[in-house]
């Protein structure tokens, strides 16, 4: 299992901790290796029983974490979609032109893509299965609104080209943003840094000298 | 199922398709089908029986058509990289400025990915886990490679701009084209010239006016 398993103490010694989940692991990082198996199976093919198996750990250790499989999604929702909902309430966001706030909210969402990844991931991957997908869905369609909004704002104000349907753009520029997870690696030669310096430059600027 | 069944007589007393498959169907709308439910609940997760109550033919009408599952992913892969392939051999593609031919290609893409939809979604959604599907993801690195090279051709003769790296344009690009298969849909106001019109100007000229 190429799983991210955070390092944990196997010793059979390590006793006192078998009745509360085993030492090593906290809700979170139970939570982080869920998301791990969910992005590679996909939510619904994982069962508690595969991931008690990946995490070396008894079902009811893992509900001792979280009482469900839903309440790990909704977590990890959670880190993703609060993560994304917090940049539109930033100031670089809420004041100043519309194509500045536009370009902020736009490196807001690369950087907490880059730092949540697998929670993104996850949260890109939903299909609206369950009603706390569809809901989840429903937020993300809102994040997409706000910023269908700013651009209309920016072209109104005459700083962005008028002749692409503000709603074309938002799905041209999240196809862009969005596809970012299926490629980056954290940690290589491209920065998250330099990332979301050659998405803003490509989508404002253009790739024409 | 909201599969885009064909019209399908589905009167008893056509009896004299029954040996030899349903009246109606033929291997491509068997196929046609077939890429629908693949794209709906996963390939793995589709049986021939799926596929035959879907189409509402026996499991043995759809063996005379296709001798196998895997023999319908071939044909539906080879719908979308056949046709993907097919535009690198094109005049617009072999001769001329590498900025225009560029340009060229991903127009050809986007109307491949616009006619043959369902086909090229299967393509975007493999995950390479049998040997045919990594076979698929081999020819699509290639032709990505293709696109790559073009970039930097177009950066040498000093028509693109130079401070992105050639392979991260190509991402970028196909991240921006590739997401069209999420929400475009065909027939509606948006014309696929339109789009691809759109995804040239902004990923060529930018949104800033």
């Not at 995490?55 to 839903?70: D, F, M, Q, R």
């Not at 736009?106 to 706390?132: D, H, K, Q």
């Not at 429903?138 to 692409?164: C, E, K, M, N, P």
């Given at each position: 299992m190429p799983a991210n398993l955070p390092t944990v103490t196997s010793s059979p010694s390590a006793a006192t901790g078998a009745k509360r989940g085993?030492?090593?692991?906290?809700q979170q990082s139970v939570l982080r290796v869920a998301v791990d198996v969910f992005n590679k199976h996909g939510y619904e093919a994982t069962s508690m029983g595969i991931l008690a198996e990946t995490l070396g750990i008894s079902k009811s250790a893992i509900y001792h974490h979280v009482p469900s499989k839903e309440e790990l999604l909704r977590l990890a929702l959670e880190e993703a979609l609060g993560g994304l909902e917090t940049v539109l309430t930033l100031d670089g966001a809420t004041s100043g032109a519309a194509d500045a706030r536009l370009e902020y909210v736009l490196r807001g969402t690369i950087a907490v893509l880059v730092e949540r990844l697998p929670f993104v991931t996850l949260l890109l991957r939903?299909?609206?299965?369950?009603a706390m997908e569809r809901e989840a869905l429903a937020r993300r369609r809102a994040f997409d609104r706000t910023i269908t909004a700013l651009v209309s704002a920016a072209q109104q104000d005459g700083t962005?080209?008028?002749?692409?349907a503000p709603g074309t753009v938002t799905r041209l520029l999240f196809g862009t943003i969005n596809s970012i997870v299926e490629w980056y690696k954290p940690?290589?030669?491209?920065t998250s840094q330099k990332l979301a310096d050659d998405v803003i430059s490509m989508a404002f600027a253009g790739l024409r000298k």
């Amino acid at each position: 299992m190429p799983a991210n398993l955070p390092t944990v103490t196997s010793s059979p010694s390590a006793a006192t901790g078998a009745k509360r989940g085993r030492p090593g692991y906290d809700q979170q990082s139970v939570l982080r290796v869920a998301v791990d198996v969910f992005n590679k199976h996909g939510y619904e093919a994982t069962s508690m029983g595969i991931l008690a198996e990946t995490l070396g750990i008894s079902k009811s250790a893992i509900y001792h974490h979280v009482p469900s499989k839903e309440e790990l999604l909704r977590l990890a929702l959670e880190e993703a979609l609060g993560g994304l909902e917090t940049v539109l309430t930033l100031d670089g966001a809420t004041s100043g032109a519309a194509d500045a706030r536009l370009e902020y909210v736009l490196r807001g969402t690369i950087a907490v893509l880059v730092e949540r990844l697998p929670f993104v991931t996850l949260l890109l991957r939903l299909r609206g299965n369950t009603a706390m997908e569809r809901e989840a869905l429903a937020r993300r369609r809102a994040f997409d609104r706000t910023i269908t909004a700013l651009v209309s704002a920016a072209q109104q104000d005459g700083t962005l080209r008028t002749d692409i349907a503000p709603g074309t753009v938002t799905r041209l520029l999240f196809g862009t943003i969005n596809s970012i997870v299926e490629w980056y690696k954290p940690g290589g030669p491209l920065t998250s840094q330099k990332l979301a310096d050659d998405v803003i430059s490509m989508a404002f600027a253009g790739l024409r000298k």
